[in-house]
């Protein structure tokens, strides 16, 4: 195991995924274990939320941070819920909810556009220095009502492209090969270590 990498998050059941996806390359620790609090995410863009957070915990920490900021985007919503894609699961992370949301939202549309995208962007800051950004995506269509209960978030309603099942349905090892998060954590690593 490498040297130490904060992993700018509170929630410790994240630190298997990434140390994994990293190739055991860091020890991981959250800037929940460390103490540090949550930053505001005041930036418009998931690579923009990505990079405030890694920031945040680098500097607070004296260690290099990663953080990642993912969602939905739907197209016939503009690209909402986008970088709220949390916030429309409410304080509860009621996900369920999050998804009535959007499948209420694209009913008042005159659109019959199904198609949308997760976006996983990855921020990587060393302390008062550099970073690293990068960002996955794996574009798909939605389906009403949700398959599957695989997988967290918007995963039961969304198809991805060359696909029947939703990431709801999907064995995890085949999500994970796909998905926007094992995308950008691959642009990561290639930037890091290649």
């Known amino acids: 195991m490498g040297a130490k990498l904060v992993a700018a998050t509170h929630n410790p059941g994240k630190v298997p995924e990434i140390a994994a996806l990293l190739d055991g390359r860091f020890e991981i620790v959250t800037a929940g274990q460390l103490g540090l609090p949550e930053p505001d995410e005041t930036e418009s ?3 923009g939320n990505a ?3 890694a920031r945040h915990a680098a500097d607070l920490s004296g260690l290099p941070a990663l953080a990642d900021d993912s969602g939905l985007s739907v197209t016939a919503l503009d ?3 986008g970088i709220f894609s949390a916030r429309w699961a409410g304080p509860g992370k009621d996900f369920a909810l999050a998804m009535k949301k959007v499948e209420e939202r694209l009913e008042e549309t005159a659109s019959d556009d199904r198609t949308a995208w997760f976006t996983s962007a990855l921020a990587v800051a060393w302390p008062n220095g550099p970073a690293v950004v ?3 995506r794996v574009d798909g269509t939605l389906v009403f009502p949700g398959r599957g209960t695989r997988g967290f978030g918007y995963d039961p309603i969304f198809v991805p492209e060359g696909h029947a099942l939703t990431f709801g349905e999907m064995e995890p090892a085949a ?4 998905s926007h998060r094992a995308r950008a954590f691959a642009k990561l690593k290639a930037a890091l270590f290649d």
């Open 134 to 136: 990068v960002e996955g």
């Open 175 to 178: 999500k994970d090969a796909m």
């Open 51 to 53: 990079l405030l957070k």
């Open 79 to 81: 690209g909402a819920p």
């Open 45 to 47: 863009t998931f690579v």
